[in-house]
């Protein structure tokens, strides 16, 4: 079964510091990997999207890294800010199908 | 500004009552799904349409249809709604580039 793991949970950190989330898939093949940024009481908003031969895409302060080989993707997230509490999806696209597999979240709390 | 709208954003029912959740997006695409997001499970296809005049299952499709009124527009219609689908739903549409989703539809179902 196609699945999407994210790890961990839930996170705490302090402003300005940074911090890697993780995801691991077991979709295969898939066509891209993507990240998104879900404020509370909001819908989910595009960070990255990756297709299964790029190792590395940035957007800001945030970069995803991609290894198809482990099947594991991370999420960096650099100087963090209170603007950066959120929840983080990592969603994964099979190949052929259009459609998306969803991991359950992190949820990132930052304390000034 | 562009996006996807959905309405209403906040509703309760009682079982066993009918409502449509609307949605449209102004981008022109062709794509468009439903999910639901319940806590602790990533969200979940109810039903998506991948051209106007097309819809198709998704994960969870029952106890849920749908109608794509057009281009711009695709509903999702609760006939009968009973307590487990108590859950924020979101409308997306989808360019190729990126799926653009709504703020959300919470609902209750008591």
């Known amino acids: 079964k196609n699945q999407v793991e994210q790890s961990p949970q839930s996170l705490i950190i302090l402003e300005g510091k940074n911090c890697t989330l993780q995801?691991?898939?077991?979709?295969?093949?898939?066509?891209?990997l993507r990240w998104y940024k879900q404020d509370t009481g909001r819908g989910p908003v595009s960070l990255t999207i990756m297709t299964f031969s790029e190792n590395t895409k940035s957007n800001g302060r945030y970069t995803a890294t991609l290894d198809a080989d482990t099947k594991q993707s991370s999420l960096h997230i650099t100087a963090s800010q209170l603007s950066d509490s959120a929840s983080y999806i990592c969603v994964v696209s099979p190949s052929g199908t259009g459609k998306l597999i969803f991991g359950q979240g992190t949820t990132l709390q930052v304390k000034p | 500004n562009a996006g996807v709208t959905q309405t209403p954003k906040f509703q309760v029912l009682k079982t066993g009552q009918s409502m449509t959740l609307q949605c449209a997006q102004d981008m022109n695409h062709n794509s468009m799904y439903w999910y639901r997001q319940d806590p602790g499970m990533g969200l979940r296809l109810i039903y998506y349409?991948?051209?106007?005049?097309?819809?198709d299952k998704g994960e969870v499709p029952n106890g849920y249809n749908v109608s794509r009124l057009n281009k711009r527009e695709f509903s999702l219609r609760l006939e009968s709604a009973a307590p487990s689908q108590t859950s924020v739903y979101f409308c997306a549409s989808d360019s190729n580039y990126g799926y653009t989703f709504g703020s959300g539809t919470r609902l209750t179902v008591v």
């Open positions: 995801c691991n898939y077991t979709v295969s093949p898939f066509s891209n």
């Open positions: 349409s991948a051209s106007e005049g097309t819809t």
